[in-house]
Nanobody, 113 residues
Framework: QVHLVESGGGLVQAGGSLRLSCAAS????????MVWYRQAPGKQRELVAA???????KYADSVKGRFTISRDNAKNTVYLQMNSLKPEDTAVYYC???????WGQGTQVTVSS
């Protein structure tokens, strides 16, 4: 059974930084892509960044150059380093394993202007 736990959210001023972490249980972590999504109030959940098991990454246009996704397979953990945060980055951030139906509980990120 897969269990995902996000951490690292919080309140930050515009221009600030946060690093989100998602720790995964289960042996399938290394073989699968890990994905960060976010959902703002009244909006659909959107893909923010994804990283394959071998480390290839992709990003939503809205976060390119500001966010960096990485993973530590030895720790079964994926990270999202978020720099130059904007108020429009405010959302609940979720990690997902393999584009499958495995989700964490979410962590709130709030960026004040």
């Amino acid at each position: 059974q897969v269990h995902l736990v996000e951490s690292g959210g919080g309140l930050v001023q515009a221009g600030g930084s946060l690093r989100l972490s998602c720790a995964a249980s289960g042996s399938i972590f290394r073989a699968n892509a890990m994905v960060w999504y976010r959902q703002a109030p009244g909006k659909q959940r959107e893909l923010v960044a994804a990283i394959t098991g071998s480390g290839s990454s992709k990003y939503a246009d809205s976060v390119k150059g500001r966010f960096t996704i990485s993973r530590d397979n030895a720790k079964n953990t994926v990270y999202l380093q978020m720099n130059s945060l904007k108020p429009e980055d405010t959302a609940v951030y979720y990690c997902n394993l393999g584009y499958l139906n495995y989700w964490g509980q979410g962590t709130q990120v709030t960026v004040s202007s």
